[in-house]
C-alpha cells in the first residue's frame, strides 16, 4: 500500500497549518473527491494539493461553512476527523474559501439577534426582608398564634362584615396576623423573595407600599365577595399581600417587556404576552390553593397586586430609572404610616 500523504488544518487568519487528518493514498484520492454541488460527480486528481479548514464543532457550523462555498462555486468536502470537522478545499482555493468564511461568519456573528434583557431599576435593598422580619417577630413576641384568641385576632381580623362596614382597617391589620408559627415563617420566606423582585422595579418605598396596597385591596374585595355571597367570612395573614407582589411582578414585567419590544420594533405574539399573567396564575394554583389556605384572598390578592402593577408599570414606562432616595424613603414611610396607623386606629375603636 502506498504511503499515505498528511493534509494539513489551516485557521481563518491565513496561518500556517498543523496536521491534523489522513488522506487515503494518491491512488484512491478520487474516492473522496466527490463534488457537493453535483451528487455523484468526481474529480481528477492532477496532482493539487489538499488544505482543511477546521476542526471545528459543532457539525451544524460545518454544514453553514459548506453553503458558503457552494453558493461560491468552490469545490469541497466534508469529513470527520479525531479533533472535529474539516473543510476540505483545494489549496489554491483556500484564500477565497476562507476568505469568504470570514465574511459569512462576521456578517452573522450578532444573528439571531438576543433579546435584550431587563436592566432592572434599582439595586438590590433589604427592605422586604426587613418588612417580613418585624412580621414574624410581631407573630412570635407580640400576638401569638390564633388559637390563644388574643385581643390583636378580635381587634384585627379581616372579617369580611366588618370591613365592608364599620372597620375597613382590618384589611390591613390582618394582613400582620398569623395563625401560627408555620404559617408565618411561609409568608415570611415567600414574601421576601417576590417583595424582594418587586423592590428591584418600583424601588424599596415604592415596592412595600405597592406589596401593603395590593395586599389591602386584596382583603376589601375579597370580604366584598363573601358578603355579596351573603357568607361569614374571616381571614388573616400577609399571603394577600404576598400573591400581590406576584401580580405586580407579572403586571410590570408584561408592561416592560412591551416597551422592550416597541423600541426593537418586534411584535410578540398572544403566548408572549400572556406568559407573566399565566406564570402568576400558575403560583396561586401551586402555592394558594392548598386546602387550609383562604383561596379567595390569594386570587384578589393577586388580581389587585396586577392592577397596581400595571398602573405603576405605565407611570414609569419609558422613563430612565432615577436615584431618588427621598422619595423612597417617603413611600416607605407610607407603607409603614399605614400599618401602624391602621393598627392605632383598631385598638381604640
Not at 487515503?24 to 479548514?53: K, M, V, Y
Not at 434583557?117 to 398564634?145: K, M, N, W, Y
Not at 381580623?157 to 366588618?162: H, P
Not at 422619595?327 to 401602624?340: E, K, P, R
Amino acid at each position: 500500500m502506498a504511503e499515505q500523504e498528511r493534509i494539513g488544518a489551516g485557521n481563518m487568519d491565513g496561518e500556517r497549518f498543523v496536521p491534523i487528518a489522513l488522506l487515503p493514498p494518491r491512488g484512491d484520492r478520487a474516492a473522496i473527491l466527490q463534488s457537493s454541488g453535483t451528487p455523484g460527480e468526481q474529480r481528477e486528481d492532477h496532482g493539487l494539493g489538499l488544505t482543511a479548514i477546521g476542526p471545528i464543532t459543532p457539525e451544524r457550523k460545518i454544514r453553514e461553512w459548506a453553503l458558503v462555498l457552494q453558493s461560491s462555486e468552490l469545490w469541497h468536502a466534508v469529513r470527520y476527523t479525531s479533533a472535529g470537522w474539516v473543510l476540505l478545499v483545494r489549496d489554491e482555493d483556500y484564500a477565497l474559501a476562507a476568505s469568504s468564511i470570514d465574511r459569512y461568519e462576521a456578517e452573522n456573528r450578532d444573528w439571531p439577534p438576543r433579546r435584550p434583557r431587563e436592566r432592572l431599576r434599582h439595586p438590590p435593598s433589604p427592605v422586604a426582608a426587613i418588612l417580613f422580619a418585624a412580621a414574624a417577630l410581631f407573630f412570635f413576641l407580640v400576638t401569638g398564634p390564633a388559637s390563644g384568641g388574643g385581643v390583636w385576632f378580635r381587634r384585627g381580623a379581616s372579617v369580611a362584615d366588618l370591613v365592608i362596614g364599620p372597620e375597613p382597617w382590618r384589611a390591613i391589620t390582618a394582613l400582620t396576623l398569623h395563625a401560627d408559627s408555620g404559617h408565618v415563617l411561609g409568608n415570611v420566606i415567600s414574601g421576601t423573595v417576590f417583595a424582594s423582585a418587586v423592590q428591584r422595579r418600583l424601588g424599596p418605598g415604592g415596592g412595600a407600599l405597592a406589596v401593603v396596597a395590593s395586599g389591602t385591596l386584596g382583603n376589601l374585595a375579597n370580604a366584598l365577595w363573601h358578603e355579596s355571597m351573603g357568607q361569614h367570612h374571616a381571614s388573616i395573614g400577609a399571603s394577600t399581600a404576598v400573591f400581590g407582589a406576584i401580580g405586580l411582578l407579572a403586571a410590570t414585567q408584561l408592561v416592560l417587556d412591551r416597551a422592550q419590544d416597541s423600541a426593537g420594533g418586534e411584535k410578540r405574539g398572544l403566548i408572549q404576552i400572556a406568559a407573566p399573567l399565566a406564570g402568576g396564575l400558575a403560583l396561586l394554583g401551586a402555592l394558594g390553593a392548598s386546602p387550609r389556605s383562604d383561596l379567595g384572598a390569594h386570587l384578589f390578592g393577586l388580581l389587585s397586586g396586577v392592577v397596581i402593577g400595571l398602573v405603576a408599570g405605565l407611570a414609569l414606562r419609558g422613563r430612565p430609572a432615577r436615584a431618588r432616595p427621598l422619595v423612597q424613603v417617603a413611600l416607605g414611610a407610607a407603607a409603614a404610616a399605614i400599618l401602624l396607623g391602621a393598627w392605632q386606629v383598631a385598638l381604640i375603636a
